[in-house]
């Protein structure tokens, strides 16, 4: 099967297409990899499994047992109907021998998990290439996956929420899809007796340190301040947040400063034009954004979203150099942002 693309995957894990017999679930967002990983064994398993298991292998299970992979792939349930064989890439997990097991076409599903793999690598080419597989990428989710999570946890559910709020909330989630859902559940028990979600409920509930600690970095960097950005980095990936996650938010932060830009030079008053955003502006976000825009024209922006997504496109294909790709990306900015 061809490659799939990131918003073709929610259609295919619900509706599994027939003759493919191993899914192979990539990228930078853990969250995103383990819940899809889970949705599909649940659904494949009730549609196709008739009451076979789901079963999960671990690394140490390998280790104690090299052949065990093969062994369940190949298994037939004591349960009857078929079973969904899950794991998680590591070094004993062999392309060569995921591909025999993807060969036989096996009647068990294969579901591996991996992190953030490059195009060139092995086990990736094995899955994009079988037509008896797919591999299937896991990224940060952008507005309009984050605005169908918050259709599903909330609106679904008969919790409304402002079209303010709602703005506020979809700028606040993203990074991780696991934590995302996380932070949604949590939010609709705390609304549950409330007529409507405000923005200081999800200033309230959300109130994500890891947000703020983003948006700390993102003012350092377009204010100029280079060395300080570098320096909150350091701390920022120390308490466990990510490289991808700076660079979608940064993404969407310089997309929003280049329609301000527009807009102004098309006539509007700085403030007029913050009001015309959609989404909405936060309020404690306007004052920055107009000092900022008021630097920096629609060239330097559209060069500053450029490098942005360059060093996405790098870091995807180059894993290994992600630091260091955001780091040159930082100090470019910043350079930038300051008038150099």
Known sequence: MVAIKSHQ????????PKGTHA????????????????????????????????????????????????????SVSMFGGFSVVRLALSNRIKPD??????????????????????????????????KNAAAIPCFPDEARDISGLIQNELIDKGINISTTARSLLTASLGSDRGISRQ?????ALYAHDKPQIEV????????????????????????????????????????????????????????????LRALMESGRQANDAVNALRPPVHFKQRD??????????????????HLVQETVARTRLQSAFERISTERMILILSKMSSGR
């Open 9 to 16: 995957s929610d259609k295919i894990i619900k509706d599994p």
């Open 23 to 74: 899914y192979l679930f990539y990228g930078t967002d853990e969250g995103r990899i383990s819940e899809n990983a889970a949705v599909l064994a649940k659904i494949w398993s009730t549609k196709h499994g008739d009451g076979g298991e789901i079963i999960q292998i671990d690394d140490r299970s390998i280790a104690d047992n090299p052949d065990i992979v093969a062994i369940e792939v190949r």
């Open 97 to 130: 021998l995921i591909g025999e097991l993807i060969e036989l076409k096996p009647q068990n599903l294969i579901i591996l998990e991996a992190g953030n793999l490059k195009p060139s690598s092995a086990m990736r080419k094995l899955f994009e290439k079988s």
């Open 183 to 187: 932070e949604l559940i949590k939010l």
């Open 200 to 259: 200081e409920d999800i200033e309230t509930i959300i109130g994500d340190s890891s947000q703020l600690a983003y948006d700390q970095l993102i003012t350092l960097i377009m204010t100029g301040q280079g060395t300080a950005a570098l320096s909150k980095l350091d701390r920022l990936l120390a308490s466990g947040l990510t490289n991808a996650g700076l660079t979608t938010l940064l993404g969407r932060h310089l997309t929003r400063l280049y329609k």
């Open 288 to 305: 920055a954004m107009v000092q900022q825009v008021m630097k920096l024209k629609l060239p330097v922006l559209k060069k500053a979203i």
